[in-house]
Each structure stands twice: as structure tokens, then as C-alpha cells.
Nanobody, 121 residues
Framework: QVHLVESGGGLVQAGGSLTLSCAAS????????MGWYRQAPGKQRVLVAT???????NYADSVKGRFTISRDNAKNTVYLQMNSLKPEDTAVYYC???????????????WGQGTQVTVSS
């Protein structure tokens, strides 16, 4: 069974930095795209950033120039470096991955359990 486990969330002051990590574990044959989404209280879950297996990235306009997504394919891990954090970045951040289990014939989409990021003003 596959699991995505996030870490690195917490409380930080505005202007500060945090780095989130998400490690995929289990019988994984291959991982395609990985990404980060966030959900603020009372709002829908929205895309923050994605990265393909080849390293191509995509960012929400609200985080461009402040956040950087990266991945370590050998460790099945994706990272989100968040700089110049703002109170409006406060949300639960979720890891997402399209991956192929060793026992499967097709890629499936998986979510992590989420990690809270709170930015104080």
C-alpha cells in the first residue's frame, strides 16, 4: 500500500520561511507528477505547485517568486521551499502524486494527510 507523508509544517512569522517535505512509500514502480495543494479554512483546495518527473515546474500566480518546488526521484520525495511567507499563505498543505504501484497496470492519484502552515502577522 502506498502512503504519502508530509512534514515540515508549523507556525512562522510573516516574512519567514518553511520547507515542506513529502515522501512516498510502499511498492512504487514509478512516479509521474508530484505537487502541493493547499486549503484555507472555508475555501476550496487549490494548486500551489507541481513538478514532473523530468523537473518541469508550474506555480500558482500567488506563490511565484516566493515558493520553489523540487523533488528527489531516488527518494520518492517532493519538497516545497516557502520564502517570504504571508498570512494569506496560512492553510493545510497537501502533497499529491500520480504514481504506478508495482502491482498495478495504471497510474493512480494519491493524497497525503496534510500539514498545517500558519503564518502570523
Amino acid at each position: 500500500q502506498v502512503h504519502l507523508v508530509e512534514s515540515g509544517g508549523g507556525l512562522v512569522q510573516a516574512g519567514g520561511s518553511l520547507t515542506l517535505s513529502c515522501a512516498a512509500s510502499g511498492s512504487i514502480f514509478s512516479i509521474n507528477a508530484m505537487g502541493w495543494y493547499r486549503q484555507a479554512p472555508g475555501k476550496q483546495r487549490v494548486l500551489v505547485a507541481t513538478i514532473t518527473s523530468g523537473g518541469s515546474t508550474n506555480y500558482a500566480d500567488s506563490v511565484k517568486g516566493r515558493f520553489t518546488i523540487s523533488r528527489d526521484n531516488a527518494k520518492n520525495t517532493v519538497y516545497l521551499q516557502m520564502n517570504s511567507l504571508k498570512p494569506e499563505d496560512t492553510a493545510v498543505y497537501y502533497c499529491n502524486a500520480d504514481l504506478l504501484e508495482a502491482s498495478s497496470w495504471y497510474y493512480k492519484n494519491y493524497w497525503g494527510q496534510g500539514t498545517q502552515v500558519t503564518v502570523s502577522s
